[in-house]
């Protein structure tokens, strides 16, 4: 009753959900189709995962508005899966993905996605933006005769390239006049009547493949249960989880910033984890968040649950009741659609920031964008700007090892260190010692350092042995207490002797 209430009292946006959600169904068609064939199975196994994908994460994910289904990504790591081992095999690679998935968001490993640096996320949606501008041109091409594909000329590519650009004009202009309904449906919509009403000769999406079918049917993967199976399917369904948990949480991260909320990054990982488990019992590919259709969605007045389920239902109604209408809507409009979403995916922000940020970031971006558009493989995308950050952060921390020294009134040397001490700085941190010049008692303060890890401990180890060696005492102070835990936890590889801590208090604990 609540819920009903809140729909009552909120007309209008129920409208934009609806509606919304129906426009989001008409773009997922051609998306789905062509991803079975990247993958090489059936078109309707497509279709049927992103009804299943997107209706389970739309229902229980942890972004509404997102959307989900068959996606690229994905694609691209089974070909050579269902090449080899069949259709089978693919099924039950799908359901050990969800299993991985399941596992990662009940360990709650999704807030890690945290740790992705910005620059990695401009490079990985601009990355996104351009692969899905230039899969569109496969919609410029035609096929000749004798089977081979050649790119569209003369009268074809006119009507073909004229009324993409309407459907760019709708989509761009209509919001300034009217935003009662979504610009995307309506420019859809205009093109369809004005072609389909003139009979004009272009592509349609039945020629792409014909969507007509009945509804999924339960089906449990025909594969060997055994050690052999699980050897063939795990690494593939590893990367596939991974790979669906990447955009997916990247995506959510992008819907966010659009929303201006946040979305629940363990909640989606259940979610996804749950769709692609049922996926593989009735027959699915396998997928994900889609960047370019959640945008569609949002953009659109999609913002809750609703929209994501009326797109997931509304593409299995056009399947099983409406494929003879859909299979008349022309790819020139679709076209036309997913380069204006490309165009708004793409952070044209990120190219302002050149010259303000770090080279190091835009390399970032740039190596991140590049692995994306070329490889078509988010997770090694994303995994080698994570890296490249993270090697660049120590660079720069490692160059921040500093020393003070003076001689106090009774002959003992002291080594006040300030800046991290870690695996990138213990070179520069052992060069700070005169071992043979320094007087029989040195005392290294840590007041403004940290031990942060075993690389530090070993540092420390052979400072305090080769001072033994020539018969000095050396004091490590001001450590603070995770760093004396450290010590004490090492001193069974590791002999640090003679350290020792004044009673004192840190900042935050007086502040606390």
Same mark, same amino acid.
Request: hydrophobic content about 55%; charged content about 15%; proline content about 3%.
């Given at each position: 009753?609540?819920?009903?209430k809140?729909l009552k009292n909120?007309?209008?946006?129920l409208k934009n959900e609806?509606?919304s959600?129906?426009?989001v169904a008409l773009a997922?068609?051609p998306?789905?189709?062509?991803f079975?064939?990247?993958a090489g199975?059936s078109p309707?196994?497509?279709?049927?995962?992103?009804f299943?994908?997107?209706?389970i994460?739309?229902?229980?994910?942890?972004r509404?508005?997102?959307?989900?289904?068959?996606?690229?990504?994905?694609a691209v790591?089974?070909v050579a899966?269902v090449?080899r081992?069949?259709?089978?095999y693919l099924?039950?690679?799908v359901?050990l993905?969800?299993?991985?998935?399941?596992?990662?968001?009940?360990l709650?490993?999704?807030?890690?996605?945290r740790l992705?640096?910005?620059?990695?996320?401009f490079g990985?949606?601009?990355?996104?933006?351009?692969v899905?501008?230039m899969?569109?041109f496969?919609?410029?091409?035609?096929?000749?005769?004798?089977?081979a594909e050649?790119?569209?000329?003369?009268?074809n590519?006119f009507?073909?390239l004229?009324?993409?650009?309407l459907t760019?004009?709708?989509?761009?202009l209509?919001?300034k006049?009217t935003?009662?309904?979504?610009?995307?449906?309506?420019?859809?919509?205009?093109v369809s009547?004005?072609?389909?009403?003139?009979?004009?000769?272009?592509r349609?999406?039945g020629?792409?493949?014909?969507i007509?079918?009945?509804l999924?049917?339960?089906h449990?993967?025909?594969v060997p249960?055994?050690?052999?199976?699980?050897a063939i399917i795990?690494?593939?369904?590893?990367?596939?989880?991974?790979v669906g948990?990447?955009?997916?949480?990247l995506t959510?991260s992008v819907?966010?910033?659009?929303?201006?909320?946040r979305g629940?990054g363990?909640?989606?990982?259940?979610a996804?984890?749950?769709?692609n488990?049922?996926?593989?019992f009735?027959g699915?590919?396998g997928?994900?968040?889609?960047?370019?259709?959640?945008v569609i969605?949002?953009?659109?007045g999609?913002r809750?649950?609703?929209?994501?389920?009326v797109?997931?239902?509304g593409?299995?109604t056009?399947v099983?009741?409406? &494929?003879?209408? #859909?299979?008349q809507?022309p790819? %020139?409009?679709l !076209?036309?659609l =997913?380069?204006? @979403?490309?165009?708004? +995916?793409?952070?044209?922000a &990120?190219?302002k #920031?050149?010259?303000?940020?770090? %080279?190091?970031? !835009?390399l970032? =971006?740039?190596? @991140?964008a590049?692995? +994306?558009?070329?490889?078509h493989?988010l997770?090694?995308?994303?995994?080698?700007?994570?890296?490249?950050?993270?090697l660049?952060?120590?660079?720069?921390?490692a160059?921040?090892i500093?020393?003070?020294?003076?001689?106090?009134?009774?002959?003992?040397?002291?080594y006040?260190?300030y800046g991290p001490?870690f695996?990138?700085?213990v070179?520069?941190?052992e060069?700070?010692?005169?071992?043979?010049g320094?007087p029989?008692?040195i005392?290294?303060?840590?007041e403004?350092?940290?031990?942060?890890?075993h690389s530090a401990i070993?540092?420390?180890h052979?400072i305090t042995?080769?001072?033994?060696?020539?018969?000095?005492v050396?004091?490590?102070?001001h450590?603070s207490?995770?760093?004396?835990?450290?010590?004490?936890?090492?001193?069974a590889i590791?002999?640090?002797?003679?350290?020792?801590?004044p009673s004192?208090k840190?900042v935050?604990?007086t502040?606390?």
């Amino acid at each position: 009753m609540i819920f009903l209430k809140r729909l009552k009292n909120n007309e209008y946006n129920l409208k934009n959900e609806i509606l919304s959600g129906l426009t989001v169904a008409l773009a997922l068609v051609p998306e789905a189709v062509a991803f079975s064939i990247i993958a090489g199975v059936s078109p309707l196994i497509g279709l049927y995962t992103a009804f299943i994908i997107g209706l389970i994460a739309a229902a229980f994910g942890g972004r509404p508005g997102m959307i989900s289904g068959a996606t690229g990504a994905i694609a691209v790591v089974v070909v050579a899966l269902v090449a080899r081992h069949g259709v089978e095999y693919l099924f039950a690679a799908v359901v050990l993905m969800g299993l991985i998935q399941l596992a990662v968001g009940a360990l709650k490993l999704g807030k890690f996605i945290r740790l992705v640096p910005h620059a990695v996320m401009f490079g990985f949606v601009n990355g996104l933006a351009i692969v899905i501008f230039m899969s569109q041109f496969a919609q410029f091409k035609t096929k000749t005769p004798d089977g081979a594909e050649t790119w569209m000329t003369g009268q074809n590519l006119f009507i073909m390239l004229g009324f993409v650009l309407l459907t760019m004009a709708i989509i761009f202009l209509l919001p300034k006049l009217t935003r009662a309904v979504p610009s995307s449906l309506v420019a859809i919509l205009t093109v369809s009547i004005i072609i389909i009403g003139f009979g004009i000769d272009t592509r349609t999406v039945g020629d792409i493949a014909s969507i007509g079918g009945g509804l999924p049917q339960f089906h449990i993967p025909l594969v060997p249960l055994n050690f052999e199976t699980l050897a063939i399917i795990f690494p593939y369904s590893l990367i596939m989880a991974l790979v669906g948990l990447i955009e997916s949480l990247l995506t959510l991260s992008v819907i966010d910033e659009m929303t201006e909320t946040r979305g629940k990054g363990n909640k989606e990982s259940l979610a996804q984890g749950a769709a692609n488990l049922v996926c593989g019992f009735f027959g699915g590919m396998g997928g994900c968040a889609m960047i370019g259709q959640s945008v569609i969605n949002v953009s659109s007045g999609g913002r809750n649950r609703i929209s994501g389920i009326v797109a997931a239902v509304g593409l299995l109604t056009f399947v099983v009741f409406g &494929s003879s209408l #859909i299979e008349q809507v022309p790819m %020139a409009a679709l !076209v036309g659609l =997913m380069f204006m @979403v490309a165009i708004g +995916t793409f952070e044209w922000a &990120s190219l302002k #920031i050149f010259r303000k940020v770090p %080279a190091t970031d !835009v390399l970032v =971006m740039i190596i @991140v964008a590049g692995i +994306t558009v070329v490889f078509h493989n988010l997770a090694v995308a994303v995994i080698a700007g994570v890296i490249i950050s993270a090697l660049a952060y120590a660079w720069e921390n490692a160059k921040r090892i500093r020393a003070r020294k003076r001689i106090d009134e009774n002959g003992v040397k002291h080594y006040e260190i300030y800046g991290p001490l870690f695996f990138g700085s213990v070179a520069g941190f052992e060069e700070k010692f005169d071992i043979a010049g320094d007087p029989m008692e040195i005392v290294i303060d840590f007041e403004e350092s940290r031990v942060a890890d075993h690389s530090a401990i070993e540092a420390l180890h052979k400072i305090t042995e080769r001072y033994a060696k020539v018969g000095k005492v050396v004091h490590l102070r001001h450590l603070s207490p995770d760093c004396r835990a450290l010590l004490d936890n090492a001193s069974a590889i590791i002999d640090v002797n003679h350290w020792e801590d004044p009673s004192y208090k840190l900042v935050s604990d007086t502040l606390g």
